[in-house]
């Protein structure tokens, strides 16, 4: 798969799962996301075992004790994610994803890694934690609920991110292999905790701030409903087995930038698709607040590919 090809693909299915998730949550009212994880990890499991059934794909696997650990963080991290989605605006959402590098950072000092950061990374994570904070006094929609799931979602995000990492550089895996070495512990976990919260017991979802209402209850609206459900599913697998394609294919400031015309697409269309309409001088301070956040985090991708260009060349210098 080119770069030009796996960029696009990826493009599209990163920011459709955003907008279709949305849609499924807040226009379907199907608020069971536990169930929806449930499908989506079976029909990613389902493609992969494909691909590897196929030849397309090595099989290496982590060990069993962290490939179900591993499974139950990617399993909170996906469900605070998007209950973040479904609690607040796609902007809010969106935006406050650009803290996740903050936090990362954040993280391994308080875990006793310590890393030594320029100036230059200081002031661009400085100037994008602006950013998201001028597009979120901006919003709307910001209330207690989505502002603590958003907090969650971020924190557990940043803590998957570290640890994953860590496991793929140890075991020496790619992310492809990894994500099949956790899909079917993912679909286990998965279909187990819809079984306890969306059908047996939903009434414990009141207590982890997810949305009340049991699965055998739910009144569906249409046969559209099923329809976006599907597509969230397919959606699922295109981006992950994009990204996959897109890794090692384009450098870090381009996968940044990538990233960052994502962020644009999710809150642009967020705002005409969903999200509730505001005075024109707010939504100039909110889209204001995107443009900042946005120099902020591709300045940070620049400046770190200038130290790692920087670092190999003084590595190379004394191989010599």
């Not at 992310?175 to 059908?199: E, F, H, K, N, R």
Request: proline share 2%; aromatic share 10%; glycine share 8%.
């Amino acid at each position: 798969m080119s770069a030009l090809l796996a960029g696009t693909f990826n493009l599209f299915a990163s920011v459709s799962i955003i907008l279709v998730n949305k849609q499924i949550a807040s226009v379907c009212g199907f608020h069971f996301i536990l169930t929806l994880l449930c499908l989506n990890f079976i029909t990613t499991g389902s493609v992969l075992e494909v691909l590897v059934r196929s030849g397309y794909l090595e099989v290496r696997h982590l060990p069993t004790k962290e490939r179900w650990l591993i499974a139950l963080m990617a399993m909170f991290t996906v469900l605070l994610n998007n209950a973040s989605n479904e609690a607040n605006s796609v902007g809010f959402y969106q935006i406050t994803k650009l803290l996740i590098i903050p936090t990362v950072i954040t993280i391994e000092r308080l875990g006793g890694i310590r890393r030594s950061y320029s100036i230059g990374i200081v002031v661009s994570l400085l100037v994008a934690s602006t950013g998201v904070a001028v597009a979120t006094v901006s919003d709307f929609e910001v209330n207690l609920r989505g502002t603590i799931l958003a907090f969650l979602s971020i924190l557990c995000t940043a803590q998957y991110q570290i640890w994953q990492s860590g496991k793929q550089h140890e075991h020496k895996v790619t992310a492809m292999q990894i994500t099949y070495s956790v899909s079917w512990p993912q679909s286990i976990v998965g279909v187990l905790a819809a079984a306890l919260l969306d059908v047996c017991f939903p009434s414990i979802k009141d207590y982890m701030l997810l949305r009340k209402g049991g699965l055998l209850e739910h009144e569906w609206k249409s046969q559209m409903d099923v329809f976006w459900i599907v597509a969230c599913c397919g959606i699922a697998v295109v981006m992950n087995i994009s990204t996959y394609g897109l890794l090692g294919k384009t450098s870090p400031v381009t996968y940044q930038v990538l990233g960052q015309v994502k962020t644009c697409l999710i809150i642009g269309l967020g705002y005409v698709l969903f999200d509730a309409k505001v005075p024109s001088e707010w939504l100039l301070i909110r889209f204001t607040g995107v443009g900042i956040a946005v120099v902020g985090i591709l300045s940070y991708a620049f400046f770190k590919q200038g130290e790692a260009q920087a670092e190999k060349s003084a590595n190379d210098e004394k191989a010599k």
